[in-house]
């Protein structure tokens, strides 16, 4: 039999008969002693992210189960921005829309229920706010962010299937 291996990084390859008893009592095994230089990025994830843009730092992992996380929009220049709430993301209607958004200090922020993935509600991570529970389309939470920093919130009922956002104001 004849066989071709492409190995990315070096290191001893052991092949067996699958048969264990052959390898055991008779000795079946045979090494593949693959030389070269190291290459981390196959096997090493820890090195890819950290070079990969997950978000700022000062998100500290918050979107990391989140699909619709795409970047820090940039609403900066409005005085007035809507997020959604229940948009299509993580498995159904189950999304903030945009997930983080930047805006500048004294925006009001209006998140609008999309009425889909059934209720949600807006809590700051922090506690220091909370919406009410709801599910109906078109009911809004309003509020106004006049200092600078990050606010991390989620809907309590979806926040481990991903449904969280952030406010940044700077
Ligand atoms: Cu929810």
């Known amino acids: 039999m004849i066989a071709t291996l492409h190995s990315p ?6 092949i067996v008969d699958h048969a264990l008893t052959r390898v055991g009592r008779k000795g079946a ?12 990025d196959v096997f090493d994830p820890g090195q890819e992210s950290s070079s990969q843009a997950e978000g700022p730092a000062e998100f ?3 979107f ?5 996380y795409d970047g ?28 983080a958004v930047a805006v500048s200090p004294g925006t009001t922020v ?3 229920w999309t009425g889909e993935g059934g209720s949600h509600d807006v809590q700051a991570d922090d506690g220091s706010f909370a919406s009410e529970m709801v599910g109906d389309a078109g009911h809004t ?3 106004a962010f006049d200092d600078t920093g990050t606010t991390k919130y989620y809907c309590m009922p979806h926040k ?8 940044v104001v700077k």
Do not use: C, H, Y
Not at 29 to 40: K, S
Not at 79 to 86: K, L, N
């Open 64 to 68: 990391d189960n989140v699909d619709n």
């Open 29 to 40: 095994l045979a090494v593949i002693d693959v030389q070269g230089d190291p290459n981390p």
């Open 160 to 167: 481990t299937m991903g449904m969280k956002g952030a406010i």
């Open 9 to 14: 990084v070096p290191g001893l390859i052991k």
């Open 110 to 112: 209006t998140w609008e």
């Open 141 to 143: 939470f309003k509020r």
């Open 72 to 99: 820090v929009a940039d609403r900066t220049d409005e005085d007035e921005i809507t997020v959604q709430v229940g948009s299509q993301a993580n498995g159904g209607g189950f999304g903030f829309s945009p997930a």
């Open 60 to 62: 500290d992992g918050w």
